[in-house]
């Protein structure tokens, strides 16, 4: 096949990509009512790298991210995690590997209300079937972390808005991922809170290597990236890296 | 996530919309409190008559009575032999009296041990000393007979002395100051003859039997000797071939033998011309009625139940709804299919243990509470009848079983909850 070359050249050539997507394509739906969401996407993302993934709403952006993160399989094409196919994995090995692997931040904060921080923050642990001890050790170390420690008891819904995304973020850190998806982070905060989240999730990168792909339409977010991929109908169409 | 994990996480969320959950606990509760109160009345009622068995007959006794010509079509013929029924039965039956040689072919059939003719007396009263008389009913004991004893001793059968067992009502009658002073006494019994001569026989009492619902009532239990001499008494004037009619017999037959075996014994007689009962026949009647009755008044309780099991449709579809995100969250994050499913099935299986368990304690402590205010008021001249009687087993049966009904009708929430596709679950536009 052609398209082992350059695949095999790249290998030689510069390290593994953590994560790669070739051509890959998704649509929805049959005959007249299909519509393609992704036309045919490229893109190498580098162990340590903070990649930003602009759009408006209905570019396909989001779409990508799902793929990129297994939570969805492409119609065509392929994703490769550490360069093995990631589209082979299924049931158990999927689910493991998106949990040992995978930290996700979201625009909306998705903690349950009624539940502690700490139980909230430990759900990926709980999942992962880390023992109960070990659970609370990690939990208050990911709180410590992200100042939020003395707020371990209080109910979820008692945070602020700010607070929240930290706690979102600890929970995204707890199983130590070394991938961090967050989509529109700080979509739900104002500017002051914003920045606070987006210096936590940039000095995560810096400090602690953790590969970051940040999807969002918000430009100034997307500068801090190391790397930023435009995308429209489903297309890339333009791709910047930070001037060194 | 581990299995630990899974239960306690999901009694959590079962408590998380603490109204709903418990509006459903409460349909789950009338369900299998119904039906722990019912399935008590079956078991109180069966043990009574189980205990009160011995006081009916022997285990290893068949009742024999003479194969009865059918009666469903129209008259039939005269027939000298025909005497009065002492078999439970309408009054005034009449049955084909057995004959010694009736006794004799029975007691050649392979499998008998013994025979021995059931005699029929009727003694007119019994008196202590030369105190008040009260009439008296009484019958020969069967072989094997336990009666249900306030003081006292069963009565021998192998005994030649008269020895008479008295009911529990004769006794301060009687001018005895107790069940205890009374036994060892003698009393005197009055009969007539076929001549209308009257006779006394004296018997020592050794006995004071307890009123039962299978048993004697107010008889008096003669043992063999007393039986022979009262219907000896009451046979004078007869001619010797009235003398000797039966209405029906005791069969004793191995006590090690089958229930093919007395089966096959009991088709043996049949063949020979005779009906032949044993106590579990005869108990198996009342045991039959109960049953049914029981089983009515458990589907009662099972509809309230299956009505209960769509309350928890209900709940944990809301729930399902509810949570849709906190579900695609947990998927996002590597939860599997199975687990979700787990979560919320046990969610609904903690929710039916919940109802039925206090369903079931509370009615064991107000099923004990009716039977004992029963006991010494309505029933009181029933003593050992727990009227709702609870075992183990059958509590334990009941919560496996509502659970066992919840965790059905959790299947269809939780498994709309484990087929939801996870980015569904959290697109937020």
């Given at each position: ?244 | ?124 009263y019994v008196e202590a000393?030369?105190g008040t008389k009260y009439s008296l009913s009484a ?8 009666l249900q004893l306030a003081a006292g ?11 008479i067992v008295l009911p529990v009502s004769y006794v301060k009658a009687l001018g005895y100051s107790s069940d205890?002073?009374a036994?060892?006494?003698?009393v ?17 009492v050794?006995g004071i039997a307890e009123t039962s619902?299978?048993g004697t009532g107010g008889t008096s239990t ?158 009181s001249g029933l003593p ?46």
């Open positions: 096949m052609l398209d082992w070359s350059p695949s095999i050249k790249e290998r030689f050539s510069m390290p593994t990509p953590i994560l790669a997507a070739r051509d890959v394509k998704k649509s929805y739906g049959r005959g007249q009512s299909r519509f393609d969401a992704l036309k045919g996407v490229s893109l190498e993302i580098f162990e340590g790298e903070s990649l930003a993934i602009v759009g408006k709403s209905g570019s396909g952006k989001s779409t990508l991210m799902h793929l990129l993160a297994l939570l969805d399989r492409p119609t065509d094409g392929a994703i490769e995690l550490n360069g093995s196919d990631a589209l082979l994995l299924r049931g158990r090995a999927l689910n493991s590997t998106r949990n040992k692997t995978f930290g996700f931040v979201f625009q909306q904060f998705f903690l349950t209300g009624g539940a502690s921080v700490l139980d909230n923050v430990i759900l990926p642990l709980k999942i992962s079937r880390v023992r109960s001890r070990e659970r609370k050790r990690r939990g208050l170390a990911a709180l410590a972390e992200l100042e939020l420690r003395d707020k371990a008891g209080n109910r979820a819904s008692a945070l602020s808005g700010g607070q929240k995304q930290r706690a979102v973020i600890a929970r995204a850190l707890v199983n130590n991922p070394r991938i961090i998806f967050a989509d529109e982070p700080t979509g739900n905060l104002d500017s002051a809170t914003g920045a606070v989240v987006e210096d936590i999730l940039f000095s995560l990168n810096r400090e602690q290597g953790i590969t970051l792909i940040v999807v969002t339409h918000d430009e100034d977010l997307a500068a801090r990236c190391d790397r930023r991929i435009y995308i429209r109908d489903g297309l890339v169409v333009e791709t910047e890296s930070r001037a060194a | 996530m581990r299995t630990i994990d899974v239960i306690s996480t999901a009694i959590g969320n079962s408590f998380r919309s603490k109204l709903r959950t418990t509006l459903t606990v409460i349909a789950i509760f009338i369900g299998a409190f119904t039906l722990t109160i019912t399935n008590g009345l079956g078991t109180g009622i069966n043990n009574y008559i189980t205990t009160t068995v011995a006081a009916i007959g022997a285990q290893d006794v068949l009742t024999v009575t003479k194969t009865q010509p059918d009666q469903s079509t129209g008259p039939h013929k005269y027939d000298p032999n025909q005497m009065a029924s002492t078999s439970p039965g309408r009054p005034g039956q009449t049955v084909e009296g057995m004959t010694p040689a009736d006794i004799s072919t029975i007691a050649g059939v392979a499998g008998v041990v013994s025979v021995q003719p059931t005699l029929s007396i009727s003694p007119d000393g030369t019958s020969g004991a069967v072989p094997g007979l336990k001793a069963q009565p021998s059968a192998t005994s030649s002395a008269p020895q205890r002073s036994i060892g006494s003698t005197n019994i009055g009969i007539t003859d076929a001549t209308r001569a009257e006779h006394t026989v004296g018997a020592t050794v619902l299978g003669a043992n063999e000797a007393l039986a022979q001499k009262l219907y000896n008494a009451q046979s004078i004037g007869l001619s010797s071939s009235s003398k000797d009619r039966y209405s029906q017999a005791s069969v004793r037959f191995d006590k090690s033998a089958t229930p093919a075996a007395v089966t096959q014994l009991k088709a043996r007689l049949a063949t020979a011309g005779y009906d032949a009962k044993t106590v579990a026949d005869q108990i198996g009647t009342f045991k039959t009625v109960i049953d049914a009755i029981v089983l009515v008044l458990n589907s009662f309780a099972v509809i309230a139940l299956l009505a209960a099991s769509f309350g928890i449709v209900n709940t944990l579809l809301m729930s399902v709804q509810e949570r849709t995100r906190e579900i695609g969250l947990m998927k996002a994050m590597g939860m599997g299919s199975g687990r979700v499913f787990g979560l919320f099935s046990f969610e609904a299986v903690f929710i039916g243990f919940l109802g039925s368990a206090i369903g079931a304690g509370i009615a064991i402590l107000v099923g004990s509470g009716i039977s004992a205010a029963l006991a010494s008021s309505v029933f050992g009848l727990t009227l709702i009687a609870f075992s183990p087993g059958s509590i334990a049966t009941i919560i496996l079983v509502v659970m066992g009904i919840a965790f059905l009708a959790g299947t269809l929430p939780a498994a709309k909850a484990a087929k939801q596709d996870p980015i569904e679950s959290l697109r937020y536009e």
